[in-house]
């Protein structure tokens, strides 16, 4: 919005020339979402807890999380609130893969809320029939599949997968295309739900992959980057850094109320929410493989759960003290902070790891 209110007065004032870069106008939106988070944090949590929106802590988990059963939770409408309103002020709003990002963010999102709102309104702990949210899921990949390959140019990149330590490798999919990402942001909305277990934990993860897709989103949408890296140039997909830019703000200035001990949980509206955004901006950056890596600290969180569940449906023997991972180093001894400032070391570091991918190839 303000890309087109004021870009257009550079020829009154140079100064305003600064609003066609996308660089500034992602440091602008992190600013924001950050300050509008921070902001407006206390009003949500103070609302939250007039609604008796709390958090129920299910037995099962470590014994000690039971002292966390009141607080807050659904705080992931601060996320995508700040998310929304700071890429809303700072892209350019005629691109139509911002508008395809938010969304696909927006319908994530709404299928986490309906999930904690039966959970506190209905008092049913599960929230939604998992067959319920994997359809769901499925029928919001399959539109977003669409949607990225009808608005992707050149045309002979839409629907196809790149490779990455691979140069210039492009893998026509064809109607596979369509499935492909419908997996991509299954398993991202899903993996990120599963690493929602500890004060700060999927929020800091998800602040270090949303950096590592800016920068990744940016050499998409730069020709000249992209050539010399030898990556897909993907025509406007830069202007989705900004969004990214945007969610790192956000899950910074929400990082600032769920810090041990948090003060309100982020819920399935965020997890669900933040893991379908990063699962379509790694398909409009063409970058879908690399987030197994960039994203890895997720996989491993999720794989964790399957081994686990595997393990002891043909075993009847338990791989883990608990699953998901983050709690097996619970339970054996590491403290709940230690646990969530060790794995976003992991998270940096896989951020870096895809990063590196860049040059490998």
Same mark, same amino acid.
């Given at each position: 919005?303000?890309?087109?209110?004021?870009?257009?007065?550079?020829?009154?004032?140079?100064?305003?020339?600064?609003?066609?870069?996308?660089?500034?106008?992602?440091?602008?939106?992190?600013?924001?979402?950050?300050?509008?988070?921070?902001?407006?944090?206390?009003?949500?949590?103070?609302?939250?807890?007039?609604?008796?929106?709390?958090?129920?802590?299910?037995?099962?988990?470590?014994?000690?999380?039971?002292?966390?059963?009141?607080?807050?939770?659904?705080?992931?409408v601060?996320i995508?609130?700040?998310?929304?309103?700071?890429?809303?002020?700072?892209?350019?709003?005629?691109?139509?893969?911002?508008?395809?990002?938010?969304?696909?963010?927006?319908?994530?999102?709404?299928?986490?809320?309906?999930?904690?709102?039966?959970?506190?309104?209905?008092?049913?702990?599960?929230?939604?029939?998992?067959?319920?949210?994997?359809?769901?899921?499925?029928?919001?990949?399959?539109?977003?599949?669409?949607?990225?390959?009808?608005?992707?140019?050149?045309?002979?990149?839409?629907?196809?997968?790149?490779?990455?330590?691979?140069?210039?490798?492009?893998?026509?999919?064809?109607?596979?295309?369509?499935?492909?990402?419908?997996?991509?942001?299954?398993g991202?909305?899903?993996?990120?739900n599963?690493?929602?277990?500890?004060? *700060?934990? +999927? =929020? /800091?993860?998800? $602040?270090?992959?949303?950096?590592?897709?800016?920068? #990744?989103?940016?050499?998409? !949408?730069h020709?000249?980057?992209?050539d010399y890296?030898?990556?897909?140039?993907?025509?406007?997909?830069g202007?989705?850094a900004?969004?990214?830019?945007?969610?790192?703000g956000?899950?910074?200035?929400?990082l600032?109320?769920?810090?041990?001990?948090?003060?309100?949980?982020?819920g399935?509206?965020?997890?669900?929410?933040? *893991?379908? +955004? =990063? /699962?379509?901006? $790694?398909?409009?950056?063409?970058?879908?493989?690399? #987030?197994?890596?960039?994203? !890895?600290?997720?996989?491993?969180?999720?794989?964790?759960?399957?081994?686990?569940?595997g393990?002891?449906?043909?075993?009847?023997?338990r791989?883990?003290?608990?699953?998901?991972?983050?709690?097996?180093?619970?339970?054996k001894?590491?403290?709940?902070?230690?646990?969530?400032?060790?794995?976003?070391?992991?998270?940096?570091?896989?951020?870096?790891? /895809?990063?590196?991918?860049l040059?490998?190839?």
């Amino acid at each position: 919005m303000l890309y087109w209110l004021l870009y257009p007065l550079h020829d009154v004032w140079i100064g305003f020339n600064v609003f066609r870069y996308i660089t500034f106008r992602v440091g602008m939106a992190i600013i924001t979402a950050f300050f509008a988070s921070l902001l407006l944090g206390p009003s949500i949590i103070d609302w939250l807890a007039g609604l008796k929106i709390r958090q129920t802590i299910r037995e099962e988990g470590p014994a000690h999380h039971q002292v966390k059963s009141g607080t807050p939770t659904m705080g992931g409408v601060l996320i995508v609130s700040a998310t929304v309103v700071s890429t809303l002020l700072w892209t350019d709003l005629a691109n139509r893969y911002v508008w395809t990002v938010l969304a696909v963010t927006l319908a994530y999102a709404a299928i986490g809320f309906a999930d904690d709102w039966i959970k506190v309104v209905k008092h049913r702990n599960l929230g939604l029939r998992a067959w319920q949210k994997l359809v769901l899921q499925a029928m919001f990949g399959l539109a977003a599949g669409l949607a990225v390959r009808q608005v992707a140019l050149p045309a002979a990149h839409a629907g196809a997968l790149a490779f990455p330590f691979f140069k210039d490798l492009l893998v026509p999919l064809g109607w596979l295309y369509l499935p492909f990402v419908m997996i991509v942001l299954m398993g991202a909305s899903n993996a990120v739900n599963l690493t929602d277990g500890l004060d *700060g934990l +999927a =929020i /800091g993860a998800m $602040a270090i992959a949303s950096a590592t897709y800016t920068i #990744l989103l940016y050499a998409s !949408g730069h020709a000249r980057i992209a050539d010399y890296l030898h990556i897909v140039s993907v025509p406007g997909s830069g202007e989705v850094a900004v969004f990214t830019g945007a969610v790192v703000g956000a899950a910074m200035g929400f990082l600032w109320f769920n810090c041990h001990p948090a003060r309100v949980f982020m819920g399935d509206v965020g997890s669900l929410g933040l *893991g379908g +955004a =990063i /699962g379509v901006v $790694a398909v409009v950056a063409k970058q879908e493989l690399l #987030l197994v890596i960039v994203g !890895g600290l997720f996989v491993v969180e999720a794989l964790s759960v399957m081994i686990q569940v595997g393990s002891y449906k043909l075993r009847r023997k338990r791989v883990f003290r608990m699953a998901p991972l983050h709690h097996h180093f619970e339970l054996k001894g590491w403290s709940e902070t230690q646990v969530v400032v060790r794995f976003w070391i992991i998270a940096i570091l896989f951020g870096l790891a /895809g990063l590196a991918t860049l040059k490998l190839r």
